[in-house]
């Protein structure tokens, strides 16, 4: 037999099945797991001496994390026949689970996901340890999928309709304590009494029998008039396409399936479960979904260099600047254990940002303010400079002062003197050169960008960025530190913008093109909002701020004036002291209680003397005006090897700007369309001239058939 699953006899009547995958942190139920799975349960099925079967983990924080999706990834291209198939195995072998001789039990400690959550309701019985690190849920229609063995049977059978809807249909997991509240689970106790209490069950079950009773009622329909069944389709489904907007399949055909199951006896419903899956796997969305979880993967396990470089031990952080993103630098660190020294040129504002600082981290979202008991935690960690001799003990500092570069020189060189030696040296800058930075300071190899964005605590991105002298040792620490934050960093080479206000302006800048070329406002912002971004152009400029905008903006148009020109439009917006959300009037109008935007026609005034010849265009021709000028500078930025790996680019895109999960990034996205597709979109907006002319990399693609993840998908 195989080496994952140990079978054990805690007692000489009770049998366990310990899953214990060697080498790996997680265990994952892949075909030769099943297939260790099934053996095991043919032979205790033909044992008359077992009276229950307790399925536990031996990993010191997961159950089972689901099923092996290198597996399913390397397999998207089955055929509909296949995956029902596949489908079908799995939920027989699981079956077998409600239908042996003996009662079984899931002892379950850390977490238990997907395809673990499934193999658990199809026992009798669940017990689950009320440790943090315990959950169970189905994960699935963030895949782009939804539970294929089982789940969508048993769940709704064991909790409830509406709340096995709810569950599905979200993807969210539940503690152990709401586990038992909805009836998903039996019981919770401490994790050292887990193994005890399973066997107690198995104890109590075999005498009273009731297991029995229980899978007879859950073999049939789920009782539920055709009345309350209309109603929950209705509002669930209302509910979903609010969230979804219509670009995420799964959840809808989820809740199709769980209502029609519900209707059907269990292994009728698993008929239906496995047809209805078979029909989303392999689907656009699914690969792009599975690609975005392999992105995230490897940045998790991405050390941002080639080479042996160790990082070094970060525990006490500088802060300078103690501004929206000083403040919000010093919350993230405090809230996983670091001690922070910030200081500030204004007392009043190093005063401000000590204070949000310490509300952030100390932010309750059950209570929704500080917690008194975190403020108590948080703040003996939470120290203001009082001489810049206090720099003396930080292992690093980040400096977010205002963005001027002559002012950043005369401060950098003055924090790296009082550090020691030893430290690190990093700025926040959004746009000023890191090598050039460096040329003030005497260890430029110690110094880096540790770009976070706005706002600290939801942008999971940074940008580590190396100067020219920058060493492994600086980048690796920077990288394991932003990872300790709860951040996702990506290793850039230098650069104007970096990488995602690189390529966020093309795609801003086409925005104000439009305008000038009488594509109103709504058009813009539908187009980018079809295409599955969380907000169009013209709003994102209004939220960020116009001279922010036009500042970042500026930058990149001297550093590539041959492609993109400084718009007439924003600079005049500026004049007029339209600066967005924050000044009640860019773009928009905001006005009234909940500060709406409004359409403007004093913005319509400034507008109508820089109006262009209107071109009539469609949905499609905007999309291409919008899209593909990013995408041409994502070559660019591959030409330049700015970043380590392609994967990069749509990691950095969609957790930086909110690009479209469901499209997979902006490159797995365009080796869907195709080279060749894509050269012949851009002769469509060939009149754009520079801007829309095709990279040297684009064409040798569309020569040769190639792809930007040449590599295929997985890792
Ligand atoms: P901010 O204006 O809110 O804060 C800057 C702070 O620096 C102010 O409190 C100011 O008093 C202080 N300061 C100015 N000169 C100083 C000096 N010589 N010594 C010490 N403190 C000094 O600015 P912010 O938005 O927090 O931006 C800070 C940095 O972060 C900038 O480099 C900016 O480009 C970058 N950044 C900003 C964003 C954003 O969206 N706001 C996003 C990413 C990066």
């Known amino acids: 037999m195989g080496a994952t699953i140990r079978l054990t006899f805690p007692e000489p009547d009770i049998a366990g099945l310990v899953f214990d995958t060697p080498d790996r942190g997680a265990n994952v139920l892949s075909q030769p797991v099943l297939q260790e799975l099934d053996e095991h349960l043919s032979e205790l099925e033909r044992r008359t001496d077992v009276q229950g079967l307790v399925i536990s983990s031996a990993k010191p924080t997961i159950f ?131 193994e005890a209490a399973a066997i107690a069950m198995v104890r109590q079950e075999a005498q009273s029998g009731r297991y029995r009773q229980d899978r007879e009622t859950r073999r049939g329909s789920i009782a539920f008039s055709e009345t309350e069944l209309g109603f929950l389709g209705l509002t669930a489904s209302a509910m979903i396409r609010r969230e979804t907007k219509g670009h995420y399949p799964a959840p809808e055909a989820a809740l199709e399936v769980i209502l029609e199951g519900s209707q059907l006896d269990e292994d009728a419903a698993a008929v239906r479960e496995a047809k209805g899956m078979a029909r989303l796997f392999g689907s656009p969305v699914n690969a792009a979904l599975l690609n975005v979880f392999f992105l995230t993967d490897r940045n998790k396990k991405d050390r941002g260099v080639d080479s042996e470089a160790e990082p070094a031990e970060i525990a006490t952080v500088g802060v300078v600047g103690a501004g929206i993103m000083g403040s919000g630098i010093a919350a993230a660190n405090l809230k996983r254990g670091f001690a922070v020294w910030m200081k500030d040129a204004s007392t009043e504002a190093l005063e401000r940002g000590l204070r949000q600082a310490l509300e952030e981290a100390s932010y309750d979202r059950e209570t929704k303010s500080a917690s008194a008991a975190k403020l108590a935690e948080n703040a003996p960690r939470l120290n203001a400079v009082a001489d810049d001799a206090d720099f003396s003990i930080c292992d690093l500092a980040i400096e977010a002062i205002v963005e001027n570069e002559e002012i950043k020189k005369q401060v950098l060189p003055q924090v790296e003197s009082r550090l020691p030696e030893t430290a690190f040296l990093a700025s926040n800058t959004s746009t000023i050169p890191i090598t050039s930075l460096a040329q003030s300071l005497s260890r430029p190899e110690r110094f880096c960008g540790i770009h976070f964005f706005n706002p600290v605590r939801r942008m999971q991105l940074v940008e580590v960025i190396r100067g020219e002298e920058t060493s492994d040792e600086t980048v690796a620490t920077a990288v394991a530190y932003a990872k300790r934050l709860g951040k996702m960093p990506i290793v850039l080479r230098d650069g104007p913008g970096f990488l995602v206000n690189r390529l966020l302006l093309p795609y801003m800048n086409e925005a104000l093109e439009l305008l000038l070329d009488g594509v109103s406002i709504d058009e813009v912002e539908r187009a980018a909002k079809a295409f599955g971004m969380p907000m169009g152009p013209i709003t994102l400029y209004d ?143 060939a009149y754009l001239g520079a801007r829309a002319e095709p990279t040297e990399m684009l064409q040798e693609m569309a020569r040769t058939g190639s792809q930007f993840y040449s590599r295929g998908m997985v890792p």
């Open 64 to 194: 089972i994390a689901g099923a092996d999706l290198r597996e399913f990834a390397s397999s998207l291209d089955i055929s509909d026949e296949e995956a029902e198939a596949i489908c079908r195995r799995g939920q027989t072998l699981f079956q077998r689970l409600a239908r042996t001789p003996f009662v079984t039990v899931a002892a379950i400690h850390g977490v238990c996901v997907g395809g673990g959550a499934e193999l658990a309701c199809w026992c009798d019985r669940r017990i689950l340890t009320d440790h943090p690190r315990t959950q169970i849920g189905f994960p699935e229609v963030k895949l782009g999928l939804f539970p294929g063995w089982g789940g969508t049977v048993r769940a709704p059978r064991l909790a409830g309709l509406g709340n096995a809807v709810e569950l599905i249909t979200s993807g969210r997991s539940l503690s152990a304590r709401q586990a038992v509240a909805m009836g998903l689970a039996d019981q919770f106790v401490a994790p050292e009494q887990l």
């Open 543 to 685: 939220v960020v701020g116009l001279d922010t905008a036009l500042y970042a903006g500026q930058v990149l148009w001297n550093a590539f004036p041959d492609r993109i020109a400084v718009s007439p439009l924003l600079s005049r917006l500026v004049k007029a002291g339209r600066l967005g959300q924050k000044s009640g009037a860019g773009f928009f109008r905001y006005s009234g209680k909940k500060n709406r935007p409004e359409p403007d026609p004093e913005f319509d005034k400034i507008l109508s003397d820089l109006l262009r010849e209107r071109r009539e265009m469609s949905r499609e021709h905007i999309t291409y005006r919008l899209f593909l000028p990013m995408l041409l500078e994502a070559t660019r930025v591959l030409e330049e090897s700015l970043v380590r790996d392609v994967r990069d680019v749509d990691l950095g895109l969609i957790f930086g700007i909110g690009f479209p999960a469901f499209r997979g990034g902006l490159l797995f996205w365009a080796d869907q369309v195709g080279a060749a597709t894509i050269l012949k979109q851009l002769e469509e907006i």
